[in-house]
Nanobody, 123 residues
């Protein structure tokens, strides 16, 4: 099992930047693909970005391509999401998640979740 704790959320103006971090427990972090999800009020939880265990492959939702960057540091058991050019539509609770499935691009593949961190983008 793996436990996940997110940090770095907050309030930012449109056009600004934030960096989210997720700290994972356990000694097998590199065996997990990691994903960042977000859920806005009244909407479904969507996969925003994902990265394989080695960090060699990444996935981005169309809505964040070119603005968000996912990265990981397996030596520190952390995964990060750098968010630039933030828009009001990016306002949501952001969740870190982990999976050992090869289908890491699919939201349903994720087994372990953090508690979430709020990101609010004001106009």
């Amino acid at each position: 099992q793996v436990q996940l704790v997110e940090s770095g959320g907050g309030l930012v103006q449109a056009g600004g930047s934030l960096r989210l971090s997720c700290a994972a427990s356990g000694r097998t972090f590199s065996s997990y693909a990691m994903g960042w999800f977000r859920q806005a009020p009244g909407k479904e939880r969507d996969l925003v970005a994902a990265i394989t265990g080695s960090g060699s492959l990444t996935y981005y939702a169309d809505s964040v391509k070119g603005r968000f960057t996912i990265s990981r540091d397996n030596a520190k058991n952390t995964v990060s999401l750098s968010m630039n050019s933030l828009k009001t539509d990016d306002t949501a609770v952001y969740y870190c998640a982990a999976t050992r499935s090869t289908r890491w691009g699919r939201p349903t593949a994720y087994d372990y979740w953090g508690q979430g961190t709020q990101v609010t983008v004001s106009s």
